[in-house]
């Protein structure tokens, strides 16, 4: 594949772009601007199919799944940050990293997941000093004996509920220490899959149980410069068919009560339901939003995440919110069929890309329109928008940022996939 275009040539294709945005009082050059600056958080797991550092070699439980078997796959902290170090040369904007607990590195030593400290990523911070690319953190409750009843804070069984409360108290830790050490709080979201897969008698027990642990969890106090809390809800798991202890409305009512940030997954409601429309309405009493942004497919919530109009109307609705600072914005999907660094470079060009389309829109003429009760107007400016030059204001964003232009990075991806990828089987 040849790449396409020369910088002279994007450069004079942008200086058209730009008067055409300019005439719908755009400014282009600030929406490239701002838009670079969105922290996109960029999960670690897409890089080894969700397996970890603890010794498994495939991701068992928890409702998720990974299929596929493409070689390559990074087996260890050295292997896995590298791969990311050279998706992130072909991501412009920029970007953090989310880990998992189980990306701990123990020295070879067996340390329980409620036993973990920020010292077992001490590897992961000092590259994160290094890199300047900010860590968010994750409790895993799930891939573990001690999930295999499918509950761990809402379970009945007080041994169990105590190792996960003691796993997540550990975690919160371990993010506070990520903050600590970049300066900007790691964002640490809860999610786990506990649910059953057949209709329960007690949906009420296991609820009481899973908000009472939250409470505990939550009532231990960091700086919050220093730790994000968040947490996930879904609408249904392998596993966990009929019931979900955390359901969407469980957590809507927890944040809004306990004042913290809710996580919205796309791919995690009914397959019509998006969540654009769920964003201005939460942003009334919660204190903001973690998206995680990936793709709903049939049973499956976790598909490279494209550019759709989910994500589209998603990045809107943020843009259109004006709270930005409010919204932390994640990737969250695994494909383990594909090139893993194409499968993060994809999902993570899709979600820059339809942030700039967002930030280019004339939202003041559609409101002005709106307002007036022009909605005809609004309507022929929002179909007009679909057709205006926006990839050359891509190809400068992805210019300004040293990204590779259009369809360079695939490519790249080839190169390190002879050169690094092959040889680890
Ligand atoms: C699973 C949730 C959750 C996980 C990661 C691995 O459906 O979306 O966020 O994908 O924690
Ligand atoms: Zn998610």
């Known amino acids: 594949m040849k790449t396409v275009i020369s910088n002279d040539r994007i450069e004079t294709v942008y200086g058209f772009a730009k008067e055409a945005y300019a005439a719908l009082g755009v400014s282009a050059d600030q929406a490239i601007r701002e838009v670079l600056a969105i922290p996109v958080s960029i999960h670690c797991w897409q890089g080894d199919d969700v397996v970890g550092f603890e010794g498994a070699d495939t991701l068992s439980g928890g409702g998720i799944l990974t299929t596929g078997n493409y070689p390559g796959r990074a087996r260890n902290g050295g292997e896995l940050r590298s791969d990311a170090e050279f998706a992130f040369s072909l991501i412009p904007g920029k970007k953090r990293f989310s880990l998992h607990s189980f990306y701990a590195e123990t020295g070879g030593k067996t340390v ?10 001490s590897a992961w911070m000092e590259w994160s000093k290094k890199k300047d690319i900010p860590l968010d953190f994750n409790p895993s409750l799930f891939a573990h004996p001690m999930a295999d009843s499918g509950y761990t804070i809402a379970s009945a069984d007080p041994k169990i509920r105590k190792f996960w409360m003691d796993h997540v108290k550990a975690c ?11 300066g900007t709080p790691a964002v640490d979201n809860i999610w786990l899959a506990d649910g059953s897969k057949d209709y329960p008698a007690d949906r009420l027990g296991p609820r009481e149980r899973l908000r009472d642990g939250l409470d505990e969890i939550l009532d231990v106090k960091y700086p919050a410069d220093t730790i994000t809390d968040t947490v996930e809800s879904k609408l249904f798991g392998i596993g966990s068919e009929a ?42 009493f919660v204190p903001g939003l973690l998206i995680h942004f990936s793709r709903g497919l049939r049973w499956d919530s976790d598909h490279v995440a494209t550019f759709s109009d989910e994500m589209r109307f998603a990045c809107q609705e943020i843009k259109r919110s004006g709270a930005i600072g409010k919204i932390d914005i994640a990737l969250d999907y695994f494909d383990a069929s ?10 993570a060009r899709n979600l820059r890309k339809a942030l700039l389309e967002a930030y280019l829109e004339p939202t003041r003429l559609l409101v002005e329109a709106e307002e007036k009760g022009k909605n005809h107007e609004r309507l022929a400016l929002l179909e007009e928008c679909k057709t205006l030059p926006f990839s050359a204001v891509w190809d400068k964003l992805c210019l300004e940022a040293g990204a590779p232009v259009s369809t360079a990075w695939i490519e790249a991806v080839d190169g390190y996939e002879q050169t690094v990828l ?3 089987n």
């Open 422 to 424: 092959a040889k680890r």
């Open 172 to 182: 919160r830790k371990i993010a506070s220490a990520f903050g600590e050490n970049q």
């Open 338 to 347: 594909i090139n893993r660094i194409a499968a993060w470079t994809i999902g």
């Open 243 to 284: 019931y979900v202890v955390g359901s969407h409305e469980f957590y809507m009512g927890y944040t809004a009560r306990k004042q913290i940030k809710l996580c919205l997954d796309t791919g995690h409601f009914h397959p019509t339901e998006t969540i654009a429309d769920k964003i201005s309405a939460m942003l009334l």
């Open 112 to 121: 329980g997941r409620d036993k973990i400290e920020p010292g077992h990523f």
